[in-house]
């Protein structure tokens, strides 16, 4: 967290409610990019964030400096997504299932699909990906959490979050493989993931 971000949270906690405006314009486009992957549906993604921000501004006594600003916010936008794909049917696999820790396969991967989730294909094959695995992916890569961190804003097991992790890559690189995506896949061939 930066300076500025420090001192715009510590006015807000000090109860100076004008600065939650200056929290809202710092992450409005993270939160609402993440409610967005997630969601797929601009309208929801809109109404969850501004929920997330309505949540956050109310529950901002609730907050514990000690941990990350940005854990707590989008453990809030967690929760805000999750609600409104169980009101709208969809159903989400929140399991709490003891998942053994699996071994991280090496940067190889990891760095590659941090480095190409700009690219349309990479969007694309993500947003196909059940909310579950896209969500880890997204606070993996493009909030740079680790599973600790994501275990916390999930509200799962460490174990279960490297689970997930480890299936995301795994549906990740069999989708790019898959001859059905053939650009796709000399993507992935190029050493791009």
């Not at 190409?116 to 695995?133: F, V």
Request: hydrophobic share 40%; with cysteine; aromatic share 8%.
């Amino acid at each position: 967290m930066s300076e500025i971000e420090k001192g715009i949270i510590d006015r807000c906690l000090a109860g100076d409610n004008g600065a939650f405006g200056a929290v809202v314009d710092v992450y409005q486009d993270r939160i609402y990019g993440f409610a967005l992957r997630l969601l797929k549906d601009e309208t929801a993604a809109e109404d969850a964030a501004q929920e997330t921000f309505l949540k956050a501004f109310r529950a901002l006594s609730s907050y514990n400096p000690s941990f990350a600003f940005s854990s707590w916010l989008f453990r809030i936008a967690h929760n805000s997504c999750m609600d409104v794909l169980r009101t709208s049917g969809r159903t989400v696999s929140l399991d709490e299932e003891d998942f053994p820790d699996i071994p991280d396969k090496g940067p190889s991967v990891s760095d590659a699909v941090a480095d190409a989730l700009d690219s349309e294909r990479i969007e694309a094959l993500l947003s196909s990906l059940p909310p579950i695995y896209s969500e880890a992916l997204l606070l993996r890569y493009r909030e740079d959490m680790g599973p600790a961190e994501i275990a916390r804003v999930t509200g799962v097991a460490e174990g279960t979050v490297k689970a997930r992790l480890f299936r995301a890559r795994e549906m990740l690189k069999e989708r790019l493989s898959d001859a059905t995506v053939p650009a796709a896949a000399a993507y992935y061939r190029r050493g791009a993931i």
